[in-house]
Each structure stands twice: as structure tokens, then as C-alpha cells.
């Protein structure tokens, strides 16, 4: 299966993850082809750290193919408003697509601070990236950090719906206005307003978008939501959620992606979000099994669909019969699990 959305750390992480422990634990759970996303420490923000990005997940390919796991390590490349670092950024997906997959912004600050702040600083990205032709997938991690709450009391309502649903309308408008070229796609879209606004850009047919789902999105709502349980964007209220499961069914939802964040039982505490993901994907996975969803929805969903989306020609591995060992195995290799409560 493909895995579009991960951060597997390493580095100066390598307390929460490291690349190779990634692939592995992704690799018991059925997936074999992973998107890592650039918010590391350092960063991947420029060439040179690309290429040694690229050699940790060519060595953990290599190391897990003694052990008959056919893997695939992808990473894309955070972007900054600064426009030499774009070009920069640009070039590179072109001289080592497909091992670079695509690019990544921030529009709002989240784990690495990488967060590129007001529509029209992100506006300028965009005619960047339309002056330099690029055509590739654009990932974009929409919450309006404007719209914020800092003084609620709960995660969720910090940084409610409207903040997703702005920034997916200013990402929309900016592509739209820019003549950008490439894929715009909304990462772990959350709410049923955000998916209204992909919706209507889809009829009006001016740029390509898609957009991600995660399992916390599919299967939790903000009733959930602990100090455990916490991630950006955080959990939605209950129609949220149940707009999204029906987005998986209609086909408005391109893939799921599991946003696979792992932290330190001690950061959680202090406040960290994000959450193991491979367990999520395979309790969607039994779950979407049990409302009847067609096979061939589930190979689009967790298998083929993004990989055409980004024009990757690998061969993802079947949507496999999930097993109680496949899901204990993937609970047992972090800390705590977001799913132990017991909920589903």
C-alpha cells in the first residue's frame, strides 16, 4: 500500500523515529511505499539535505530488502517564502523526481516551524512557482493561523473549522489567480466546509486538486480528543467527521494518508501534536471493510490513486485482510497508541 503522508523524524529526532524503524513498522502493517514530509530537524529545505534524506531512506530500502520487504522511500521538499529558495526547491524535484515526490507548505505553523503565514506571502509562492513552470504535486497543510483561539480551552477549538476552511479557500483562490500549473492538494482535510470549497473548485475546473484523509479524521471526533489523542488539524465535531467518511464513499476524498507524527510519551505531555499512524490506516481500513466498500475503492484509496496522482510508476502492494497481529504490531513499536481507548 502507499503511504503519502509521513514524518519519520530521524536526525536530531531520532529519539521519536528514525527512518529505517519507519519503513519497518510500515512495512508489517502492509505498506511499502512512503512520502516523508520535510518539517524535519534540520529541515528539508535544501539540496544538500535532500540528498542526505535520500540516503537514509536508500539505506533503510536496502537494509529491509534482506528481510524480502519491497520498499519505497520518497521525500518532499519544504518550501519557504524566500523565492532563490524555491528555485532552488524546483530544481531539485526536477533533477531527482521521483525520489523527490513533490513539494510542501506550511500555511500555518505546526510541528517544525515551517509555517508561511497570510494569503498573500503564500500568494507569491504560487507565481513563483508558476514563473519557474512547475508541475508537480503541491502538498499544502491548510489552517489559517489568523483565525486561531488561543485562549479556548481545548485543542480543537484553538484552532477551529474556519481556519481549515479559509485556508483551503486562499490556497484555492491563490492557485486559481496564479495560473498554477501544477497539483494543488489539501493534506488531511478535516472538515465538511473544506470539502465544499475543493468541490467547487473541481466544477469550475481551472487548477487540479485533490485532497488526503487521515484515519483520525475518518474514525474520531473532538469527543476524543486528549492530550494523547491531539494532532494539527485537530479533531472535528461529529458532522465534520461523518462528512468526511461519506467524501471516502463519493470519491471526493482521493486517498487516505495516515499523517504518521511520532512523539515521546514525555513531549505529549508537554503538548506535542501528532500520533502514530499505521494503526489508524488499518483500522480504516476494517472499518470502510465493514460498511461494504468495494475492494476497488480500497486499492484506489490506499493503494494506486496517489501514486497516479504524482506520476510515480511503482507497484503498491494489495489492500491486504487486516489481522489482529498486523494491528498489535504496529500499536507495540511506539510509546502509547491514540487508538487504545477503546472507542472503535
Request: charged share 25%.
Amino acid at each position: 500500500m502507499t503511504d503519502a503522508h509521513v514524518h519519520f523524524r530521524d536526525w536530531n529526532q531520532k529519539n521519536k523515529e528514525t527512518v529505517m524503524h519507519g519503513m519497518l513498522t510500515g512495512a508489517k502493517a502492509g505498506f511499502n511505499v512512503f512520502f516523508d514530509m520535510p518539517n524535519t530537524n534540520p529541515p528539508v529545505t535544501s539540496r544538500d539535505v535532500a540528498l542526505n534524506r535520500l540516503e537514509l531512506g536508500a539505506e533503510a530500502e536496502k537494509q529491509l530488502g534482506k528481510f524480502g520487504y519491497d520498499v519505497h522511500y520518497h521525500t518532499y521538499l519544504g518550501l519557504t517564502s524566500c523565492k532563490d529558495q524555491i528555485r532552488e526547491m524546483v530544481m531539485t524535484y526536477n533533477d531527482l523526481f521521483p525520489a523527490v515526490c513533490g513539494l510542501k507548505m506550511f500555511a500555518s505553523q505546526s510541528t517544525g516551524n515551517m509555517g508561511i503565514i497570510g494569503k498573500e506571502i503564500q500568494f507569491e509562492i504560487y507565481r513563483t512557482l508558476t514563473e519557474l513552470d512547475y508541475r508537480g504535486i503541491l502538498a499544502v497543510h491548510c489552517e489559517k493561523e489568523e483565525l486561531f483561539c488561543p485562549d479556548m480551552t481545548s485543542h480543537c477549538m484553538k484552532r477551529p473549522p474556519e481556519s481549515e476552511i479559509q485556508s483551503v479557500r486562499d490556497q484555492i483562490s491563490n492557485a486559481e489567480n496564479a495560473g498554477f500549473k501544477g497539483t494543488l492538494h489539501i493534506a488531511h482535510i478535516s472538515t465538511e466546509g473544506a470539502l465544499a470549497e475543493v468541490k467547487k473548485a473541481r466544477e469550475r475546473g481551472i487548477i487540479r486538486i485533490t485532497c488526503g484523509a487521515t484515519p483520525h479524521h475518518i474514525l474520531l471526533n473532538s469527543d476524543s480528543e486528549t492530550e494523547i489523542v491531539k494532532m494539527n488539524p485537530p479533531l472535528r465535531p461529529e458532522s465534520d467527521r461523518l462528512a468526511v467518511w461519506h467524501a471516502l464513499f463519493d470519491g471526493t476524498i482521493n486517498w487516505v494518508e495516515s499523517d504518521h507524527a511520532p512523539h515521546t510519551l514525555e513531549e505529549k505531555q508537554k503538548g506535542a501534536s501528532g500520533i502514530p499512524g499505521f494503526e489508524g490506516m488499518l483500522l480504516t481500513i476494517q472499518a470502510l471493510r465493514v460498511a461494504k466498500m468495494s475492494e476497488e475503492r480500497l486499492k484506489e484509496l490506499f493503494c494506486t490513486n496517489a501514486l497516479k496522482a504524482f506520476g510515480i510508476d511503482e507497484k503498491s502492494s494489495p489492500v491486504p485482510e487486516v489481522t489482529q497481529e498486523m494491528i498489535s504490531s504496529s500499536r507495540s513499536a511506539y510509546p502509547f497508541s491514540a487508538w487504545r481507548s477503546g472507542i472503535l
